[in-house]
């Protein structure tokens, strides 16, 4: 379920019986937002919360720092991710802190 406001605000909340495969319940929060700073140029930032008790005995948190620069009809995306400990504990090797970049085509 999510709420948005003035397309620029977000908070989510999600839930699943079975989270990654485990049989067991987990919910997720996040907020968001996005903040334009030219036509072509805006951040984008992201807060969210794991609630995996039932699951792996876990909390965990992320946060998401993007600046995205708009070129046509393609997106330009930096984005510096942030997880927590329990990430790494959990999917070891894969999850953890990192530096994404991407090309997004909008059509």
Known sequence: M?????????????????????GQRGVYVEAG?????????????????YDLDDAYAARDHRALLSPIRTIGKVDLRAS???????AERIFPGVAGSRVEIAATLNF
């Open 2 to 22: 999510t709420l948005t406001l003035d397309q620029r605000w977000w908070t989510m909340l999600a839930w699943s019986d079975h989270v990654f495969a485990s």
């Open 33 to 49: 937002a996005k903040f334009s700073l030219s036509d072509t140029l805006r951040i984008e930032t992201i807060a969210g919360h």
């Open 80 to 86: 510096g991710h942030w997880t927590g400990g329990d």
